[in-house]
């Protein structure tokens, strides 16, 4: 066989012309570290991308290929949401007030609807047609305290081959009865979802204690047994998000030498351990996550939302420590991982430092992945990796249509859009090779059947 030809025949092959750009490895320079076609072409097999490299030199390769002609858009890796609350889902945009306030008002009556398995496999499915609306293709959530719940959420995923990391939340105390676990149901549970759930297709289980006040001395020793026992599943929670919350810890932990120890005691503090907020930490705390390997999620949008504080991106990183953007949704206020970056940058500028927009797309592709060591599978467009992707027109309105040319650079369209762009700029969302939302379609929701038109 001719070797110019030895692809033409085969009915798996897809591809996809686009501005394309990516980060095809671990970088501390994303700013200048970056590979960008203007004019490239993807190719995909059986939910596997294959190949990547400018149209003209791989259309070669592939003569009688069938090309999806996105010429003029950009093609990103999918976004990776690293903290979400999916019961949060129909509290968005709740009144403010500051983080305890709004728990006891707000998330914890919403929560217990979660009891409902038919509601919640309802709001799975609208949770998950938002993410894939805004070009989010992998997400770490956090559940409600309920089992089915869980099961509901998983089950959703599992029918899009979505690589979703989702966690059964963990709590005995300071929160309604009707949300409390004990120490023991927590860990069986928690357990039981592990057997059923994790390396699940592509699915990944995460221990989940919601914050160390809802836990007991007790609950976090049996969950730190288990993660013992479990060491390639990952671990959320949250860690110093507000003033009152670190005094709250203190006195419920005076043993502990801060925030941070509570879970490093209980052997909770690992690579694979995402810490959601980290806003207000002391030193200690920074060198214990460089040393132990985890991670923190950068959530801006609720940062700002519940008056918590500025992260500091510029500290965080001298440490050495991953950082992830996050929309935490529904603290944060948009299931748009653009738009987020847009809160980002300036959470940046108030700290007096500048977040580069290829910097804060590293942030919720390829660095996000680079953390959770997921990298062979998500978050850039190398061979090998899972063809998870999403198409963006900057050109979706007048405005925008105003703002850019034909040569605007791809790091001045991301900028641009992480200010001005919403769901009408997602042209179409890809998980392993399939799309599963394309603009102008309107999603179906059945909790039974789990359809969301493409």
Request: glycine fraction near 8%; aromatic fraction near 10%.
């Amino acid at each position: 066989m001719n070797p110019s030809n030895k692809h033409s025949h085969d009915s798996n092959l897809c591809s996809y012309r686009a501005r394309i750009l990516h980060f095809s490895h671990a970088t501390a320079t994303p700013a200048q570290d970056y590979v960008y076609y203007d004019d490239g072409l993807m190719v995909t097999r059986n939910g596997k991308i294959v190949a990547l490299d400018d149209y003209k030199t791989l259309i070669n390769q592939y003569p009688n290929l069938a090309v999806q002609d996105y010429s003029g858009k950009l093609l990103l890796p999918g976004f990776i949401d690293s903290h979400m609350h999916f019961p949060q889902t129909e509290m968005l945009a709740s009144y403010g007030e500051q983080l305890l306030d709004w728990l006891t008002n707000y998330t914890f009556p919403v929560e217990n609807k979660f009891a409902d398995s038919h509601y919640a496999a309802t709001i799975a499915e609208i949770f998950l047609a938002q993410l894939f609306r805004h070009g989010t293709t992998s997400a770490m959530v956090y559940s409600s305290v309920h089992k089915g719940a869980t099961h509901c959420l998983f089950s959703a995923a599992k029918r899009y081959n979505m690589l979703l990391m989702a966690g059964k939340v963990c709590m005995d105390r300071h929160c309604p009865p009707y949300l409390q676990d004990t120490p023991q149901s927590a860990q069986q549970d928690s357990a039981d979802l592990i057997k059923t759930w994790h390396n699940h297709g592509r699915l990944k289980y995460v221990i989940t204690p919601r914050f160390a006040p809802t836990s007991s001395e007790a609950q976090l020793a049996m969950l730190g047994e288990l993660a013992q026992d479990n060491p390639n599943v990952f671990i959320q929670t949250h860690l110093s998000e507000n003033h009152h919350e670190i005094a709250w810890v203190k006195s419920l932990y005076p043993q502990r030498s801060h925030y941070l120890d509570v879970y490093d005691h209980y052997g909770l503090v690992r690579p694979g351990a995402v810490f959601g907020h980290a806003i207000h930490l002391q030193e200690d705390e920074w060198q214990c996550l460089a040393q132990r390997g985890a991670s923190i999620a950068f959530c801006p949008t609720s940062n700002l939302f519940l008056g918590s504080g500025l992260f500091d991106l510029n500290l965080a990183e001298s440490h050495g420590i991953p950082v992830l953007l996050a929309t935490d949704v529904g603290g944060g206020t948009s299931f748009n991982m653009l738009r987020t970056m847009g809160e980002a940058y300036k959470v940046c500028q108030l700290r007096g430092g500048q977040l580069h927009p290829l910097h804060g797309l590293y942030l919720m592709t390829q660095g996000s992945a680079v953390a959770l060591g997921l990298d062979e599978q998500i978050g850039n467009l190398n061979p090998g990796s899972d063809a998870d992707f999403v198409i963006l027109d900057p050109y979706f309105d007048e405005l925008t249509q105003l703002r850019f040319t034909p040569d605007s650079e791809a790091q001045d369209i991301l900028f641009a859009l992480s200010m001005l762009g919403d769901d009408r700029a997602t042209v179409a969302t890809y998980i392993a090779g399939t799309a599963v939302y394309t603009r102008g379609s309107q999603p179906v929701v059945n909790a039974t059947q789990g359809a969301v038109n493409a």
